[in-house]
Each structure stands twice: as structure tokens, then as C-alpha cells.
């Protein structure tokens, strides 16, 4: 993608998006920046978020979190705004995708960690912003969810699950805040080339990829530009909404 930017409309506006040393978040970051943001990129791999924080340049800082530690969250939120003065963006991207296999063969361990990072991690995030957020009378939240939350994949019940629950959860935290220029929505991506794609077995990526119709994975600046209109002063009237990007996969 050019790196001309398209609009200054992230001017003014700071932002951290969690998982954002690679993939999805990396990418969100720098359509941000592109577009005028400054942006926390945090992560629980610090040393790739600072490298990529140095590569995009000043107003981009590096954050240490791992979001299904509420202390790692509590304290990179609270840097965060000490750092910049104040945050009005939340992007909780950070996920991961556990293991390929029938339930028969989960652990429990399996089980909890998914749920920790996927759906847990979403709940701290969120949680340690909204007062600063309402305090304040803005905000715009883009929650992470997955295609899989709104269909299941098959020898994937905890992620499925996990991001099911980042649906309801996006719904529910919307309305209650609603009134207090909060926005909070969610994006539902089907097969996206990223790292993540490194958890998950041959056989399963093929039956991801088969039900695209559009017949090929997405990429992450494709994911990004939509992040980026939620993100936006021009996203006014939408919350509590579910944004597919699946290359046609979705069907309600």
C-alpha cells in the first residue's frame, strides 16, 4: 500500500491497539499513523513492538502488555495515558488461535488460554478505558472478533467460542454506553495472511479458505482500512455493530 497518507483524520487523536507488533495490529497502526494518529503500539512481545514503533517514527511509542494479565494491562493503560495526556482510540486485536483439533483432544489448559487472550483480554482493555473514555465524553473501541464467532469452525471451539463471546460483549458495553459519546464496534475478519495462520493446520486453513467465495485470504491493510472508518469521527451512528470483511463467507 502507498504510504501517502489518505486523510489527516486521525489528527489530534491518540490511540493503542493491543497485538500490534505484527499481523492485524501492526497494520491498524499504521494506517493510524498514515492518517495523522499517535499510536501506542502494545504488545507482549515488546522488543518487535518497540522495533516496529521506531520504524513508523515519531508520535509512535511501544508499550509492554499482555492482555490476559489485568496487572500488564492496568499498567500500560495507565502509561499510556500519563505518556500522551489522554486515549481515544481502543483496537483489542491481540489473539491467538490455539490448537487444530476435536474437542475429545483439548486440555483444559487449551481451553483457558484462549479464552484468557481472546475474550478475557478484551474485557481488561475495555474495562480500564471506559471511565477515562466517559470521564472525557469520547471514545471509539473496534473489537477483534472472527467469522468463526459468528459460524464455529469445526476442531476450533475455543476460539470460536472466544470470539463469540467478543460479539456479545461488544453489544452488551455498547449500550451502556451509548449516551456517553462512546462508539463500540466489532469486526468479524474470515482467513487473514498473517502469523496466526502459523497455529493453525494445513487442512484446517484449506477448509477456511474454501468457503470464501471470493476464493483467497485477506490482507491485513484490508482490515485496517475498515478498523480505521470505525476509529473515525466519520463513524457517528453505528455501535454495538458487527463489520464483516470475509471475502463474501459471512451469511447473516
Given amino acids: 500500500m502507498s504510504s501517502t497518507p489518505v486523510s489527516n483524520r486521525f489528527q489530534g487523536r491518540h490511540a493503542l491497539v493491543t497485538g500490534a507488533a505484527r499481523g492485524i495490529g501492526l497494520a491498524v497502526a499504521q494506517r493510524l499513523v498514515r492518517e495523522g494518529g499517535i499510536v501506542v503500539l502494545a504488545d507482549a512481545d515488546f522488543d518487535q513492538a518497540r522495533t516496529e ?36 482510540i481502543l483496537v483489542n486485536n491481540a489473539g491467538i488461535h490455539g490448537p487444530s483439533v476435536p474437542i475429545s483432544q483439548l486440555t483444559d489448559e487449551d481451553w483457558y488460554n484462549v479464552l484468557a487472550v481472546d475474550l478475557t483480554g478484551v474485557f481488561y482493555c475495555c474495562r480500564a478505558v471506559i471511565p477515562h473514555m466517559r470521564d472525557r465524553k469520547y471514545g471509539r473501541i473496534v473489537n477483534i472478533s472472527s467469522i468463526a464467532g459468528k459460524e464455529g469452525n469445526p476442531n476450533a ?13 461488544t ?22 495472511d498473517t502469523d496466526i495462520l502459523k497455529q493453525v493446520s494445513p487442512q484446517h ?37 458487527v463489520f464483516d470483511i470475509s471475502g463474501g463467507r459471512a451469511t447473516y
Fill in 53 to 88: 514503533a521506531k520504524r513508523l517514527g515519531h508520535g509512535v511509542f511501544a508499550e509492554k502488555m499482555n492482555v490476559a494479565d489485568i496487572g500488564s494491562v492496568t499498567s500500560a493503560i495507565t502509561a499510556t495515558i500519563d505518556r500522551l495526556g489522554r486515549l481515544d
Fill in 157 to 169: 471451539i475455543p476460539y470460536s467460542s472466544a470470539k463469540a463471546g467478543v460479539i456479545g460483549l
Fill in 171 to 192: 453489544k452488551a458495553l455498547a449500550k451502556e454506553v451509548a449516551r456517553d459519546g462512546i462508539l463500540v464496534n466489532a469486526v468479524t475478519p474470515a482467513v487473514i
Fill in 205 to 241: 486453513l484449506e477448509y477456511m479458505v474454501s468457503r470464501i467465495p471470493i476464493g483467497r485470504v485477506g490482507q491485513p491493510e484490508e482490515v485496517a482500512a475498515l478498523v480505521a472508518w470505525l476509529c473515525s469521527e466519520e463513524c457517528s451512528f453505528s455501535t454495538g455493530a
